[in-house]
């Protein structure tokens, strides 16, 4: 890692700072990475298979000023050249790192905006536990022996963010009915109450937020996630009758909706957040940016932690110019206009390596 | 209906179109459609009962002008004069439509944004299912024989929008316990996931979105229905279990919640669209301005669209100010003001008898 | 209560009304009741224990000029010259009166906004059924008798707004296993529908709403309660088969979701709200300012009123900047700012004593 990343500092020097070009991978949450770079003065451009996605016509404030096409998203590799003439900094997002790969995505040789290192903290489920758990983070327990189940657990799969496969079980016989062995998983005991995805950014450069021994943290929204289809299958009638008909639970991401927190739980949230930036600096060298801690509130008013994404995640699409939680900070601030401001700020004070990898 | 096309654009001739009134009946969208009309400088008028509605006056950006009050909605066919008189131009809309009544409201001899000629192939599920079809769109499977249910279905019936009456049911016993035989009704499939109605806008006489053949077309926002009983039902306790207490779910649309669509899925909203919309013009002369498809996302990430609304539908209530897909396009556009700046565009370059029917 | 009024309005004779501060507990609602006094001009003073909250640095434009530290939120009581030297007028919200205790916060001799009388009607039960049904509002049927349960009915406790220990039962036993008898309950009929907590302003130095006898009324928004664990509970199974795990549906309010009513549905909540504030002048002297109506909408269109919070709630949290309804009002109007406003206009127009008690 330290290799491509001297790399890309040597890069970095080579650029223009004062023409910078935003760009990311036309998916996810790009509307609103152009939008905030553009209303930021920053030229951008779309990564695309094959040609420009024509969706962004109807979007003309989020529409990047140009495209860069290919055949497959692993050619990005061959076409460095071109985006380092650009002065291109990329954001990478999840589908970013899903198409691209993640073994490629690492070795980039391009100025990419956070810490790569964190990605592979935060896509093997093991290595995240060994993370939020040295943070403090209460988190749901791990059931290491399926024989074990006695109340209900969730059985995710390793790698997938999408949901698709998990199962609910609440027995070791749902379990095994329900397990795909050839996959990696591992079990978590279900946790009640109320999910919220808290969209955090982590400045190292600036003192402006919620101030931690080094940068400061912010809170930008909170959304939760529509999961087809979990979500509406009560509609039809129980899981147990529904399994009659071949109709099992999904959780696959389909949408996000709008929520607040209690206020009372926004000194817990921020102090998570601390913890996770803090506890970062040892492990990885530092998360830097946008982050998002996926919770669960119980009826104790206690949050359990079941994920982490290191970096801005689809819920940030929630709010684009009006947020109840970024409205405190500026008018028209989006996760991806902060980012946008964060680059900016790095550039003109001459700080872009310490955000940048 | 042409001849009533022809007067009305006989009419429209004889309009000072630098001094449009934009009216609509006092209730469903009428909020945003004043806000946005008064926000483009058209003057407005409210048409209700009796007397004028008295909670305008706690929302005075969104209150008409002026009111004209009937005894009974089907009495506007006597104030066409005094309408015609006042250059106006009506909005449509579901609870218009509704409270007009189907047969008098398509020979108004009025200007009315939109086509008319639409209507007959919405409201009637037959009709709809051929267009809808014929747009390319995969839609729920009908189920021509009761007896033929293996499956879960939902039952709708014809005409009533609001969706009260509709059930669910899971084989033939069910289905005849539920259905009332002197309604027209449909049997559908029943499509597990989550909805999502799509809040779409299609000029014939603008080229700044989404590029069709002719005209553009643009994504506004995307809304959830709040429906009771069914939404909330399942904290009482199983269907199963409530039943021996008479109680039934229910479909009737009280509210809109906001909701975003994970953004991979856009790309397949917008063809959805401009299927609809290109498949229209052969079959009744063209969809204009607003429409809406109701959908089911299901846990592939496919869409099925269950129903069209082709105008403005309360589910666009949710954003007035700020829409995290409106955002992108300009600030402050609702539902209301996309319809106003529509006329004013067409007013102003003469092609108003593209838009008005 | 009328010693402590004369007190109080003896003391606003004192104050220097060009150089009011606003003051709340940092809790609860205090963002926006901050935020919106920024906005209008205020000095603005946060009431914490033992030190300045870290997490409002996250949130520099709801921020408070100045903290008073106190070990105790009783201690309040000992720094009413301090905050009297500063004009201090106190917005009460639903935190603040639980923690420095209805007694204490009842004869606190420092300016509040709003009517202190109406506290005690909102907080007991009983009290609060005697002013709502005098109201003309229709609320869910009380069960005297236990034994008499038949239909489903959610048993509450007084006091506790939370929502803890509520629970829902379907028959006498269910009564029986789920009470605490060491707490005042009342028994309710449960409610099929959708809930709509609708958050009203009612001004009774102003004329610029939905015009009452005396002054005028508003709804600033409409939000839904996230409540743990009964919102998410149907993931995990059917109610019954979660019992045999030790799992009970529980009512804790975690956060909020926005929403949007019907259109047609608002004549009748502007109808609710005149009742309520017009009723309340005989009972104690009158409702001022924010209040928030809990309703359920049942699948006949009709209103259920469960409950009233006589000040402003936490669900007003969901909207800062953009309101689907404040904005047909003007532009960023939080219920926080709508506090500061009234308190603004009163100042300057000599009608302090009208809104203060």
Chains 1, 2, 3 share one sequence.
Request: aromatic content about 12%; overall charge positive.
């Amino acid at each position: 890692m330290n290799t491509i990343k001297n790399r890309v500092h040597e890069i970095l020097d080579g650029y223009d700072t004062s023409n910078i070009t935003i760009a990311t991978l036309c998916s996810h949450t790009s509307l609103q990475i152009f939008h905030g770079a553009k209303k930021e003065g920053f030229r951008t451009l779309g990564i695309a298979l094959r040609e420009p996605p024509k969706f962004y016509d109807a979007f003309p404030l989020a529409k990047p000023d140009e495209f860069l096409c290919l055949d497959d998203y692993s050619d990005i590799k061959n076409k460095l050249d071109e985006l380092v003439e650009k002065n291109t900094i990329i954001i990478p997002h999840g589908s970013f790192v899903e198409y691209v790969g993640p073994k490629d995505f690492k070795s980039l040789k391009i100025p990419t905006f956070g810490n790569r290192s964190v990605l592979e903290w935060e896509s093997d489920r093991s290595m995240e536990r060994i993370w939020l758990e040295k943070a403090g983070l209460s988190m749901p327990k791990e059931i290491k022996n399926p024989k074990d189940i006695k109340m209900p657990v969730i059985v995710k799969y390793h790698g997938a963010k999408g949901g698709r496969g998990f199962f609910i079980a609440k027995d070791y016989h749902e379990f095994e009915r329900g397990v795909d062995r050839r996959r990696k998983y591992s079990i978590q005991e279900y946790i009640m109450g109320t999910r919220y995805y808290i969209h955090y950014f982590y400045s190292p450069i600036k003192n402006d937020g919620y101030r931690l021994s080094k940068g400061s943290l912010q809170i930008l929204g909170v959304d939760r996630r529509d999961e087809a289809n979990i979500d509406e299958m009560y509609k039809l009638g129980s899981q147990k009758e529904l399994k009659s008909y071949g109709i099992y639970p999904s959780f696959v991401v389909t949408g996000n909706v709008p929520v607040v927190l209690r206020e009372s739980l926004l000194p817990k949230a921020f102090a998570m957040g601390e913890k996770v930036v803090e506890s970062s600096w040892g492990i990885m060298g530092g998360l830097k940016g946008s982050f998002c801690l996926e919770t669960v509130v119980t009826d104790k008013l206690e949050f359990r932690v079941f994920e982490i994404s290191a970096r801005i995640v689809a819920g940030t699409n929630v709010f684009v110019n009006a947020s109840p939680y970024a409205d405190y900070i500026e008018d028209g601030l989006s996760m991806g206009r902060r980012i946008a401001k964060e680059i900016k700020y790095a550039a003109e004070t001459g700080q872009l390596k310490e955000i940048i990898s």
